[in-house]
């Protein structure tokens, strides 16, 4: 029995990173685009299957370095061309324009890879487990979390070390006056839109590796997404990773006891936080 709920926790907290990875990336966007981004499942398939498409040709870990980089470039050119235009409208509009953005890109990765999910291999070191006591604990799970939790140091230090990261902290309080002190304010959105479909490309092609590759790899990931920054509170980024980790965690022992409640549990957590601290855990009063 322990062994089981251990298993079942590992697996949760490795889908709770990738619910904070992406639930980071939608929160750097909502926070100072004001956009809610559907399409950001999208991204992550898109960087899943860039990766599977780089392995031949530069191997696993130059696919890991390169494929989030060009789901960025794509995020980007997006933010400059369609995104870009919504800016200071009602949020319906992005939210309608991003909707109809993640079906283009699920269809899209249908057509040019196919409806069927696809092998994708990582290294045999990786691949085989630890111990054999422990034979869930792959060297690959543990990839996942040490790399996943370097990526989000690395995102704070970003957010609190450099100009760009000082900027984009600041235009989320007050964008307004960011802009009269002389910072452009149209590239900072594009950079601040890259950095968030970075995180979701990486959690595309870390994804890809133990979910498998298909078009709708991002689907059962975006609405926990959204759920972690609600439970851990609007405008909060470590709200947002506690928050991932929580719901994971949680419906991975839920699991264990409860199989068919294990995507319910989610909701319910949200349901409490909301009604006992209607901010999340570590969200600011007003701050939405």
Do not use: K
Request: proline letters at 4%.
């Amino acid at each position: 029995m322990t062994t089981l709920v251990l298993f079942n926790l590992m697996n949760g907290l490795i889908i709770g990173a990738f619910y904070a990875l992406m639930a980071l990336g939608l929160s750097l966007i909502l926070n100072l685009s004001g956009v809610i981004n559907f399409a950001h499942g999208g991204f992550l398939a898109i960087g899943g299957y860039l990766a599977y498409t780089l392995i031949p040709y530069i191997g696993f870990w130059g696919a890991l370095l390169v494929s989030p980089f060009l789901v960025a470039f794509i995020g980007v050119a997006i933010e400059r061309v369609l995104i870009r235009r919504l800016y200071g409208r009602d949020p319906l509009y992005g939210l309608l324009l991003t909707f109809g953005l993640a079906f283009m890109i699920q269809d899209g990765t249908r057509f040019i890879w196919g409806a069927q999910s696809l092998p994708y291999q990582i290294p045999g070191v990786l691949a085989a487990p630890l111990s054999t006591s422990l034979f869930f604990l792959t060297g690959y799970r543990v990839f996942m979390i040490v790399l996943v939790a370097l990526v989000v140091i690395g995102l704070f230090v970003i957010l609190n070390r450099t100009r760009l990261g000082l900027r984009i902290r600041a235009g989320t309080l007050d964008l307004e006056t960011v802009s009269v002190l002389g910072v452009n304010v149209r590239v900072l959105r594009n950079l601040n839109f890259g950095l968030g479909i970075y995180l979701a490309g990486l959690a595309g092609v870390l994804a890809a590796g133990m979910l498998g590759l298909q078009p709708t790899i991002g689907d059962s990931l975006i609405m926990p997404s959204f759920i972690s920054i609600i439970v851990g509170g609007l405008g909060s980024l470590p709200g947002t990773l506690a928050g991932g980790l929580l719901i994971g965690a949680a419906s991975g022992i839920t699991t264990v006891f409860f199989p068919s409640a294990s995507e319910a549990v989610i909701y319910v957590i949200m349901a409490a936080v909301l009604i006992v601290r209607p901010r999340g855990l570590l969200g600011e009063e007003g701050r939405f």
